[in-house]
């Protein structure tokens, strides 16, 4: 077999490919070369196949057979071998591999032996990729390395030692004895790795960072001996002494000197020193001053040093150099919470900076931006943050949008400042703020509550520019709809009123209805907003005419409002003014409650609801209930709060169900009941006590007692439902006499086949002792053939810790309860 | 702790890739590309850093990079390092490279990458830098080297004349041996009598 082509040649052949597919073959014939060239067990050209190999791995062409052939290699006595050896073993095996704990025998023999490059070598594979396993057995030769006086090797072992305890942080004991003299090296390289190490330590350990505390003079005077020292060739990086052993030094004395106030007094000094000395016209120069900042700040420094830091930080800013300004914007980020005084001064470049071309710096800026609106300065920030906004990416929008709209939240100067500005930024970047912006601009309005005619004026000047920006346009709509006569009433005292007819507003909001740009949410708001204007506008046909024919929409939403509204034009009228009267002013808890109530009932609009349902406080309740019996009580349902402990996230789809679930039930139902007003406060009447329209047929129908044994008392009342003569609504009323609570209380009934029966779920199931309080629960019996009335019910219960089970029959209902 | 190290050409081509965590093969490479769109986007007087990818991290990790002629060096590292301090890595790194290869070019990142591979171990061990002086560095390389040739036994033959050549200190030969100009003399023969 002709000897495989040596790696510069393969490099050569596969850069002459013109194509994609033209390299994909030239590396698949030489796979198959190399791989039966494996097969051949060919020591000497193995190193060149793997070298290969490693080639076309980086190129990202699959190179896992080659594995086990690198072990091969390490395993050889050569040093060719064992470099690609264990260079392939670094870029192809890692932990997950079973073959790598094969290699823990080579490398253990490798750390013992007598060339120094070798022993380096499988140090730095230890170190590169080395699996906890590996580590345990191998610390041990790693701690002996670190005791060794080569510093080649001793820098390496520290290095290593620091990727054990990543892995292994049992084992970080094991190396303290051999740092006592680490620091006390010549060597730059030994000194790096061993800061590093107890950088390592000390940040995984606190015992460890007390211990080394003490290590801080000794720190303190190898970083003089830098500063001061004079040119030395060797480490010089543009004419400073090994800037990054500097870097780290100052690391470590920031992670030793935090929270303690000796260590923070003895780097005073030198802090002081460094800041000051250390030349800034190069990169390397600022790397220092940088650090030497962080540790500052970190550390339990005398505030003339702080000073110093922030201004070295301010300098930076005015840097021409843009990798500078970004690290000082980062840094002042971090310190802004604590300094955040020293970082006001700034703020002016900051913002300048906000104008940056750059794309990280603007986002640097932004967000201290953010952190540095404060009240006495939010006016001007809100001013060029709104400038920001108009002319940045879309990337950016959305966070600046909410951040402004965070800022304005809690430094509003005033209320009308605070709707202008969340009304600029809804017309700028209308499309990318965040969806809750609309329930809590909302919210914001009807509690300014003089602002109402200013507000709407605006927002209805706005629609007339521009209706794609659907936040903006659902406030809007939403707005003219609850103060549209104030609008056409032309009461502004802020700015100059407008001149506005109705049928202007109306042909606006009927735009909404069939532009295209509108979403179904958006013309779900102008919908009702148009409602909603037909009591507070005179002109109610053109109002009719437009709810009737979106009563045939495609979109199911908008064809079931629109039917609802027809259904209040003609049938309760009388009840439109009431139901439709201003909304009171929602408190933010509140309105989160019902709204995510009903939001998982598959309704998109909170805001739709509320309007249909919160309680307009003189309502009657007898239209209330009307309307929900002519709805079948259904989907209107839940946002009566019932006290029923049925968990209101199955609201949603078991609503829907109750459409059809008027069959005889055996059980319970999980639905939540329109519980009859009596029995609980809804919360649609809510603070409504007075009577429920039922109360006056309760009086006609005399309660019953159903059952009464074993200190369990049910109570049968009754209500007729009005409109549907034929539907019984009972309720038990369960009460326990005895001392003990009953708990897990199950009720259930079976009538005749005749009626049909639908049992609502109840409102607890314990029945507490001594009458303290009831069960209560609702049935509804349809009873077309007018029938008597009769039910077998079942009771279980656990009373007194045994479980109770009973039947009884009902037939003593009053005659007019099924007449 | 550095993340990854990574050179590319402009084109996206890998030249050195090296990764201190472990990813699978397919990982490495869109890790690769996505670098490379995020790279090659920025404009030239922009800052160098820039936020990691989604793959390698995200908001975590940082990006940091330099720009020569016609390849990126970009490290991959986490909050832990000084990103005024990494730029000045890359820079010892790219200077390393120029004195072990004299004048460095793509093209020989491109034939030694072994070589490429060797000097970063030299430098950046486990994610974590080990020694930054350029000449220490280098003088490890060429020890490295060094002891490759004394094992190569006859395979390296050509190569060890080749650089045998290099060193041999020649004493200056004449360049020009101009032969146009030399005259022969003809012997005058006495005639005969």
Redesign the interface.
Known sequence: MPAPIRLRELIRTIRTARTQAEEREMIQKECAAIRSSFREEDNTYRCRNVAKLLYMHMLGYPAHFGQLECLKLIASQKFTDKRIGYLGAMLLLDERQDVHLLMTNCIKNDLNHSTQYVQGLSLCTLGCMGSSEMCRDLAGEVEKLLKTSNSYLRKKAALCAVHVIRKVPELMEMFLPATKNLLSEKNHGVLHTSVVLLTEMCERSPDMLSHFRKLVPQLVRILKNLIMSGYSPEHDVSGISDPFLQVRILRLLRILGKGDDDSSEAMNDILAQVATNTETSKNVGNAILYETVLTIMDIKSESGLRVLAINILGRFLLNNDKNIRYVALTSLLKTVQTDHNAVQRHRSTIVDCLKDLDVSIKRRAMELSFALVNGNNIRGMMKELLYFLDSCDPDFKADCASGIFLAAEKYAPSKRWHIDTIMRVLTTAGSYVRDDSVPNLIQLITNSVEMHAYTVQRLYKALLDDISQQPLVQVASWCIGEYGDLLVSGQCEEEEPIQVSEDEVLDVLEGLLVSNLSTPVTRAYSLTAIMKLSTRFSSVNRIKKVVSIYGSSIDVELQQRAVEYNALFKKYDHMRPALLERMPIMEKTASNGPTDIVQTNGETDSTILDTKHLPNITQPASQANDLLDLLGGNDVVPVIQTTVPTKPASAGGELLDLLGDLSLTGGPTPTPAPSVPMSQPSFLLDGLTSQPLFNDIAAVIPPMTAYNKNGLKIEFTFERSNPNPNIAVITIHATNSSEADMTEFVFQAAVPKTFQLQLLSPSSNVVPALNQGSVTQVIRVLNPQKQQLRMRIKLTYTHKGSPVQDLAEVNNFPPQSWQ | MIKAILIFNNHGK?R???F?E?YT?DT??QIIRETFHLVSKR?E???????GGLLIGGSENKLIYRHYATLYFVFCVDSSE????I???I??FVETLDKCFENVCELDL??H??KV??IL?EMV?????????M??IST?AE??SK??KS??GI?GAPARAVSAVKNMNLPEMPKNINIGDISIKVPNLSSFK
């Open positions: 890998p050195l890739s090296k201190y472990h093969e490495e490479q404009d007087n922009v800052c160098n850093f820039l936020e000084s990103e005024l301090g730029l000045d890595l820079q010892v491109i034939f990458m072994d591979h060797n171990a061990m486990g994610g974590m830098v080990l020694e930054t002086n000449s220490e490890q020890a490295h002891m490759e094992e190569a395979a």
